[in-house]
Every structure is written in C-alpha cells, then in structure tokens.
C-alpha cells in the first residue's frame, strides 16, 4: 500500500541526486505530485487580452519547487567494458644501415627479432626515384632521400599501433634530418632523425645549423628524441669539434646516452638525445653488424598501447570465376565416383573432389586485428 508522504524542495532535490532512480521509483514519484502540487496551471501569459493566451502541456506541472516533469527521466544502461589493454614502453633502434636495397632480409629479420616499435635508419642510400624498402606485415615506413647527390637519406620504420605526422622543415647544408610527430592513443612524442656527413669544411656550419634546429624544437611541448649518425667523437674530449658540440648540448639543457663505442673502427657516432634522462632506459649496443656502424636499441618510456588480438580464417569466394570452376570440375576426377559402389564411399570422395577444387581457387587466407576499444 502506498505511505502518502510530503516532501520539501530539497528533501525531493536529495534524493533524487544521492540515487540512481529505477522505474519503481520514478512511478513513486509520480504518485507523490498531489502533495508537492500546489496548482495545476493551463495558461500562461496575458499580454495583450484573453485572447492570446496560450496552453501549456497538461504533464508540466508547477510547484512551490519549481516546474517539475517526470518524463525528463531516462534509465542508465550498462556499457560492455572495452577489450583489455596494457600499457607498455616502447622499443626503439637506431641504425646505419650503409644502403637498404640489398638488405631487405637482414632488416626484416632485425625488426622481427627485437619486436622494435620504431626503427630509425640513417644511410639509407634511396634517392628520390626509388620504391621504399620492403618492411614486414603491421609496419609503415616513412624516408626522405637525399635529392642533391647519391647516399645519405633517412627513415622510420614504425608499427601500425602509431600514427606518424610530418612536419614542416628547414633546410640545412650541413645535415638532413627528419622530423616527425609520433601518437598513440596514450601518449605523443616528437622524434628527429640527423644524419651529418663527415665534412670537416661544413664543421662549424652544423654547429650553428643545428643550434638553430634546437631552438625551433624548444617550441614544441612534446617530449623530445633526437637520434642520429652525428659523425661526431663525443668519445674524444680533446677534438675541438666534439667539445663545442658537447658544449652545445649542455647549453640547451640536452642529454646525450649513448657512451659507448657505436663504429667498428671505434668512436661514439651514433647519438641518442633527449631533454630528460628518464625517458631512455635499457640502452645498448648490439655487436650485430648490418653495416660498419653497430645498432642501437634502446626502451623509451613513452607509453604505447598494446590491444587483445583476434586470427580469423576466411575464403575469397566473390573472386571466383565461374569458367575456372567449371573447368576445374570437369578436370576432376568426379567421373571416377561410378566405379565406387558404397554411398559413404562414394559421399567421402566427392567431397575431397569438391575440397580440393576450394582450396585451389578459393585458399584459405588468415588474417590477425586488434580489438580496438569502441567510441566513447
């Protein structure tokens, strides 16, 4: 039986705010309108004479709270939690690589070996008429050959959890370098890949050139990782070269990891710099030789999205062609099924017939997605 009870304004306001009412209680609530009523208003306004009132709703109701309408209610309903989703460091290598046409495989199977995330190549000897290097399944591949003269060029190899922006740059004669904004969908970061030939002339140029890089990277807000052949003995603190060039980094607040030896002929050449010393952790040089200069690989602490996968198996059925398939059934040897005299017999061998004629025109492909969380 229904208790008559009188609520106040915010008596009512309580508790319709402290719960999630279900229709129970919207019907309660509903019943309840005769004691917070206190009249049931059917025109509103007089301007100009009687005869341009005007009606309102017979649901809307007004009370000494306020105008009140239980229809505004709606019913919440239970949102399916999105696929898992871990978050993990990503995996970055820099290499100089001395020319990717003839290395394919190699490149490949370093990819494949490490899981890299992102591949930063310097030398990658393509220029500007040539086809990107081939790069495995779930990678995209990003380069900038050298236009002027053979040799040189850079890229980024990158899996497909990232996307990869462009960005506008300056050209300098004493290096090439690419520049790039790197997202996720947990996190950005701006990655610069340099490469400097080992022109003694242009040594003070590329001191001044790359200051100037510095200074139109300190605008960006992002986190920042400049990684490269800089053909600089960081190594060697009596090279007059090496000490302004430290110099310079310590002037705009940058740090340089890498201190060890990265050619086979000796020397740190291969640099890895950033605004903060936490960002790179794990780093090392690999003594696989894809070039004379060695690898790098490093974990940096930027966080990629790692999604539940799913395989699917399936067959190109709309690609067949109906001559094919009526050749390939009068080729088979669907005739031979009279010679056979049991029915399971003769059912089991026309449907290896039939199998076999699938598989030859319509193959099984496999194929692997990432169950990627659902709009919001």
């Known amino acids: 039986m229904l208790t008559h009870v009188t609520y106040k304004r915010d008596q009512l306001l309580s508790k319709c705010c402290s719960n999630i009412l279900s229709k ?5 609530l509903k ?3 005769c004691d917070i009523i206190k009249r049931k208003k059917t025109s509103r306004g007089c ?29 919440l309903t239970q949102v399916k939690d999105s696929p898992a989703r871990e978050l993990l460091n990503s995996t970055v290598s820099l290499l100089n690589a001395r020319s990717v046409k003839h290395k394919t495989i190699e490149l490949n199977d370093f990819i494949c070996e490490h899981d890299l995330d992102i591949l930063a190549v310097t030398e990658i000897w393509l220029g500007a008429n040539d086809d990107a290097v081939f790069v495995p399944d779930a990678y995209f591949i990003q380069h900038k050959p050298r236009h002027s003269r053979n040799g040189g060029g850079l890229a980024l190899i990158y ?47 590329f001191i001044d050139e790359f200051s100037d890089l510095i200074n139109q990277l300190a605008k960006c807000s992002l986190e920042l990782v400049i990684l490269g052949d800089f053909n600089c003995h960081v190594d060697n603190i009596n090279d007059k070269f090496s ?23 000796g020397h740190t050449l291969d640099l890895v710099i950033t605004r903060q010393k936490h960002l790179i952790n794990n780093l090392s040089v690999r003594d696989k030789l894809l070039s004379d200069h060695f690898p790098i690989i490093l974990n940096l602490n930027i966080r990629k999205e790692q999604f539940e996968t ?17 050749s390939s059934l009068c080729s088979s040897n669907l005739n031979s099924i009279y010679q056979i005299n049991d029915v399971n017999s003769k059912a089991a061998y026309f449907n290896k017939c039939v199998q076999n004629i699938i598989d030859d025109l319509a193959p099984i492909h496999t194929k692997i997605f990432r169950l990627r969380p659902s709009a919001p």
């Open 24 to 28: 129970a209680d919207c019907d309660t």
């Open 243 to 265: 000490f302004q060039f430290c110099e310079l980094l310590q002037v705009h607040s940058l740090i340089q990891h890498v201190n060890t030896t990265t050619h086979n002929q």
């Open 47 to 75: 301007s100009s004479g009687g005869n341009r009132r005007r009606k309102i709703k017979d649901d809307c109701f007004r009370s000494n709270s306020g105008t009140v309408n239980f229809t505004n209610f709606s019913y």
């Open 310 to 326: 799913r395989q699917i198996s399936f067959r190109k059925f709309k690609s067949l062609n109906d001559a094919d398939l009526s």
């Open 31 to 33: 019943s309840l309108t």
């Open 159 to 205: 899996k497909n959890l990232f996307e990869l922006q462009t960005q506008n740059q300056t050209s300098y004669s004493s290096f090439e370098y690419l520049d790039c904004i790197v997202d996720s969908l947990s996190s950005a970061f701006r990655i610069d890949v340099l490469y400097r030939p080992p022109d003694n002339r242009l040594k003070s140029k």
